[in-house]
């Protein structure tokens, strides 16, 4: 007698990979820079293209364990689509866009307004931000990013024969592949060990970078960025009305929706600083 077989009541549904947004930029502190600026860079990024359909990392990131060189080299190529800030025309980001151009994969290039032109890279529009990080213009920067963004990855699903750089040089030119290649494990031993000195060194660096009133206890979690604190009390407090700010009725519910975004706990001398900002912005722009 044969079995009777029922269906089941739920479904598996197998999750589809996440699409990755590659980011390329200077991490290396720079004369020209104050302290803890690249990180502030990073993080205006990352919540633009989170606002896309792509996850943010930067191309040296990966779960999986490898040689650092190795996962570069393996994102640049396999991400979706990646934004490359130029910068101060770091070496090693200008080395990794040169990858990222040949494998003639979506690319968008970003910069500041310190920063001219390179000749090679001339033929891709860049998109500009202010290097003071200033919030409204920066605001219009991450807007202009999402929509590039977007914009970008869906030309490239839809145009046959996509080039977004390649194509100026004529179609003589082929993106090259990736092949896989073992490498003896002492080499994939020290290569771990060096990374992860470096990642301390720059954890110890930028911590020592933000002010003390600024710090927040992380024996239990990873705290919001000074920049991100920022961001947050500037966007709720351009909201308040005069009165508002007047009374102080906002502090009590400014400090609930920073514990529920993330933000961590906002003690009045970040209140300040945020207001006289705010205050020295609008008279500065009348």
Partial sequence: MAKKTTKT????????PTKKCGIIMPIAKHSDYQAGHWKDVLDILTEAISETQFEPRLVSDDVAIGLIHDRIVTNIYNDEIVVC????KNPNVMFELGLRLAFDKPTIIVKD??????????????????????????????EELVKRINATYE??????????FLKSFGKTIVPT??????????????EQLSMIRHEMRRMRSENSSIPEEYRTDVSHRRPASPMRRRRFLEQYMSRLTQEQIE????????????LSNG?????????????????NDNNSSE
Avoid: C, W
């Avoid at 009541?9 to 589809?16: F, K, N, S």
């Avoid at 030309?155 to 977004?164: H, I, L, M, T, V």
């Fill in 113 to 142: 307004e310190k920063t001219g032109y390179s000749f090679d890279t001339g033929v891709i529009e860049h998109i500009s931000y202010p290097s003071s990080l200033r919030f409204s213009e920066i605001n219009d920067f991450k």
């Fill in 177 to 190: 592949s990736l092949e896989k290649t073992e490498i003896p494990e002492s080499k994939f031993i020290m």
């Fill in 85 to 88: 800030d130029v910068s101060s």
């Fill in 247 to 258: 009374n102080g009725d906002f502090i009590s519910d400014l400090k609930k929706k920073a």
């Fill in 263 to 279: 933000i961590g706990e906002i003690n009045l001398s970040e209140i300040k600083y945020v207001m006289d900002r705010l205050i």
């Fill in 155 to 164: 030309k490239s699903q839809k145009e046959k024969g996509y080039s977004p």
């Fill in 9 to 16: 009541e739920y479904e598996i549904v197998e999750e589809q």
